[in-house]
């Protein structure tokens, strides 16, 4: 059975799925020599071209020599990037790319001397230069892939994997492109030259130039060369493959060449092959062995709408509209510019756009080459698309899901090798541009991409500052320890003693504080829950408010005097008035009294004793009662003020409650008053003193008992009540008053016994009239 390298060297070559014939319309261009144009007067270098970002290594307003680098980078991806002519640079700015969208750039911008003077270039011999040396020079050079997809060519001359194949793609397989093909007509020499560098570098076991059966004068004379070149015999070869659009994609060429399938998502390097343009081959020996770096590129300019159509040697930034200036364009309404084939090229939105690397063509066809645009119809679902399908693909599913903006499920379908050959769009009945959905498909999937490896990054950015931040926090916390370990080691007896007592002062203070936070929540919910068991300071604020409360009463009692029915007083209300300003005016006496002198626990107890006595003999006896009402209610302000101590909460409401029954029965009385008209006044006045003396009555057991309560118990309620109420000045009583006050009580007292007397006399005249 035949090995791999058997078949090579017999020409034996496999059949490629799917593909195209379209029309080749290379005549317009491959007839002449390659050519050169004028210079033009501005050049656009866009910065960067190929690879990741860079620095710029000129600024506004210096002079530069053709070949001189602009940028400078250390990442492995990174191309340099040279001025193709001499001159200044005017300003570095964003301008139109050369793309599609036209989306602005960063662009240098040099404005040409006209002299073209090269800068001092190195000349090498290849034996003196290491492999590593050779690979240097090739990405100083910035050489890219010359194919069109400008990948970085050292990273191919440098693989981590052994190779046995080297192909040299001369198939330019594009419609109208003639690039390559007067490329190896004319310098095949410097191109198998190329190759030498790159059998050295790569020890293939075989190198095959594949060309295409229209280029017969291309084959023969890279044949001519390889004849004539020093590498070891058999190791090289050119092989004629059939003309079949998209055969110069680099994974149909491999399966033509080998019979072998790339798997999907990897590269060729692993099956042990590596694949270089012809141009990229030209580019190396340029750049090894005479120092020249990539600043110009083979382009062919062709279409029916330019006078010169042809292959120019064009230095890399040189306006597209120079270009056609030069070549006498002549557009039509609606013109079309295409940048690379009518297949896998795109159309300008801007002609003031630079050549790049990677641009092999520029395509100014007439409406008879190329129509208008069709409008898109339906799917009719045929099939042609699968079956041109060079990477065996499902066109249809990739169609239905990018229109959709469903781009994961595109991407499910193998959207990544999709090579953009532009075969489905040809075929399709429909005249749908299959191509350009796929594009939006997979620049959304890109910019996905890219966003999430820049969330990826940031990421990783913030878990480092927090390590850095805890490593810095370790480190002083460290730093701290050592110095507070110096300074005990190098304290005295007396420092460390010093040091123990101040540190006990701090910690009894503290726990003092804590102490006092304890109590004072502590008292709070006494106070509230009226609780016997706490104990608070004693104070003005019992009196005070037992004061208040009386002065409140006597205000009301005076409001309710002035609203009679009758719009007048009565002397019922008056008698009532005089003995209750007498009564509030002995409790005032009497408490402003006591708060001077207070008495002891001994006399306290003689005072409620004679109290309850003087309360028994009152309710005995019938006569005098304005005497006995006045007598309690003297006795309750006289046992508050004579304990000098507040009572509880639950005595101070039924003492108010007896002050309320007496405010009830004067109510009463006045009431009765107001009904009798017929009544003389005496009478009513007396029947006014017996309901008061009644209810003064009813009240007096009450008030005795809470009384006696309270004289027990006051030591240990006073300071509960005293932290409750809120403090009510008032001003004591003046002798003046008091005098006025004891007077008013006396009359008072004398109005009483005169009408009991005159109601006996009438009862005795009554009994003896009978």
């Known amino acids: 059975m035949l090995t791999l390298l058997d078949q090579l060297?017999?020409?034996?070559?496999?059949?490629?799925?799917?593909?195209i014939h379209p029309p080749e319309v290379k005549f317009l261009s491959n007839a002449t020599p390659i050519g050169q144009l004028p210079l033009a007067s501005t050049y656009l270098v866009p910065v960067p071209q190929v690879g990741e970002n860079c620095t710029l290594a000129m600024k506004v307003g210096d002079s530069v020599l053709k070949g001189t680098p602009l940028t400078q980078g250390t990442s492995i991806w990174h191309l340099p990037v040279h001025a193709p002519t001499s001159g200044t640079i005017v300003a570095i700015e964003p301008r139109a790319s050369n793309h599609a969208s036209a989306l602005p750039v960063n662009t240098c911008v040099i404005a040409a001397d006209g002299k073209d003077t090269w800068c001092e270039l190195v000349q090498n011999q290849l034996d003196d230069l290491s492999h590593q040396q050779i690979v240097d020079k090739v990405r100083s050079a910035g050489i890219a892939g010359m194919g069109g997809a400008a990948f970085p060519t050292h990273i191919k001359l440098n693989p981590v994997s052994e190779i046995d194949l080297v192909i040299i793609n001369g198939v330019e397989c594009e419609p109208y492109i003639s690039a390559d093909d007067r490329l190896m007509r004319e310098y095949s020499q410097d191109i198998l030259a190329g190759i030498g560098i790159i059998h050295r570098l790569l020890t293939p076991k075989r190198i095959v130039i594949a060309i295409e059966d229209n280029k017969p004068e291309a084959a023969k004379a890279m044949q001519t060369a390889v004849s004539q070149c020093g590498l070891p015999a058999g190791s090289i070869r050119v092989t004629v493959i059939p003309t079949k659009y998209p055969s110069g994609g680099e994974k149909q060429l491999i399966q033509i060449i080998t019979g072998r399938e790339v798997p999907s998502g990897a590269i060729p390097a692993k099956l042990g092959i590596v694949v270089h343009?012809?141009?990229t081959a030209y580019a190396i020996h340029q750049a090894v062995t005479q120092g020249k770096p990539l600043i110009e590129r083979v382009v062919t300019v062709t279409g029916k709408n330019v006078s010169k159509p042809g292959n120019y040697w064009l230095p890399i930034g040189t306006p597209v509209d120079h270009v056609?200036?030069?070549?006498?364009?002549?557009?039509?309404?609606?013109?079309?510019?295409?940048?690379?084939?009518?297949?896998?090229g795109h159309a300008l939105a801007n002609i003031q756009v630079p050549i790049l690397k990677g641009t092999n063509c520029i395509l100014v066809p007439s409406s008879q080459e190329i129509g208008s645009t069709p409008e898109?119809?339906?799917?009719?679902?045929?099939?042609?698309c699968a079956t041109a399908c060079p990477?065996?693909?499902?066109?249809?599913?990739?169609?239905?899901?990018?229109?959709?903006?469903?781009?994961?499920?595109?991407?499910?379908y193998n959207l990544k090798d999709c090579i953009e050959c532009g075969c489905c769009s040809y075929v399709c009945p429909s005249d749908i541009p299959l191509v350009e959905y796929y594009r939006i498909a997979k620049s959304a999937l890109k910019q996905a991409a890219d966003e999430k490896q820049q969330a990826e990054r940031a990421k990783q950015r913030f878990d480092a500052r927090l390590a850095r931040l805890e490593e810095e926090k370790l480190a002083r916390e460290a730093k701290a320890k050592e110095a507070s370990e110096r300074r005990q080691a190098s304290m005295t007896g007396t420092d460390k003693n010093a040091v123990a007592e101040a540190m006990a002062r701090i910690a009894a203070k503290k726990a003092a504080a804590a102490q006092a936070v304890t109590g004072e929540s502590i008292t709070e919910e006494s106070s509230v829950t009226t609780?016997?068991?706490?104990e608070v300071p004693k104070g003005k604020a019992a009196v005070a408010a037992a004061i208040a409360r009386a002065?409140?009463?006597?205000?009301?009692?005076?409001?309710?005097?002035g609203t009679d029915t009758n719009g007048a007083e009565t002397d019922s209300a008056k008698t009532d008035n005089a003995v209750t300003m007498d009564a509030n005016d002995s409790i005032s006496a009497t408490v402003a009294i006591a708060q001077e002198a207070p008495l002891s626990q001994k006399d306290k107890v003689a005072a409620a004793i004679a109290r309850a006595k003087a309360k028994k003999a009152a309710q005995q006896t019938d006569t005098a009662p304005l005497e006995s009402a006045e007598t309690a209610v003297n006795a309750a302000a006289t046992d508050i003020a004579v304990s000098n101590t507040d009572v509880s909460v639950n005595d101070a409401e039924a003492i108010k409650k007896a002050k309320v029954a007496a405010a009830v029965a004067r109510a009463k009385a006045k009431k009765i008053a107001a009904a009798s008209a017929a009544e003389s006044k005496t009478e009513s006045e007396i029947e006014s003193v017996d309901e008061i003396q009644t209810e003064a009555n009813v009240a007096s057991p009450s008030i005795a008992a809470t009384l006696d309560t309270a004289t027990t118990e006051a030591d240990a309620v006073l300071p509960s009540l005293e932290s409750a109420a809120e403090p009510i000045e008032t001003a004591p009583l003046s002798s003046d008053e008091l005098k006025k006050a004891r007077i008013a009580a006396t009359i008072a007292k004398a109005k009483a016994k005169k009408a009991a007397l005159a109601q006996e006399a009438n009862a005795s005249s009554d009994s003896s009239v009978d």
């Open 551 to 561: 002065k409140a009463k006597k205000a009301a009692q005076a409001n309710a005097d």
């Open 9 to 19: 060297d017999k020409g034996t070559l496999w059949r490629s799925p799917g593909g």
């Open 376 to 384: 898109e119809k339906a799917c009719i679902r045929c099939g042609e």
């Open 277 to 279: 343009n012809v141009g």
């Open 531 to 534: 609780t016997d068991t706490t």
């Open 324 to 344: 056609l200036t030069a070549a006498e364009f002549t557009p039509e309404p609606d013109q079309k510019v295409i940048i690379g084939g009518p297949m896998m």
């Open 391 to 412: 990477a065996l693909l499902l066109p249809q599913q990739l169609f239905w899901h990018a229109k959709a903006e469903e781009y994961d499920k595109a991407a499910s």
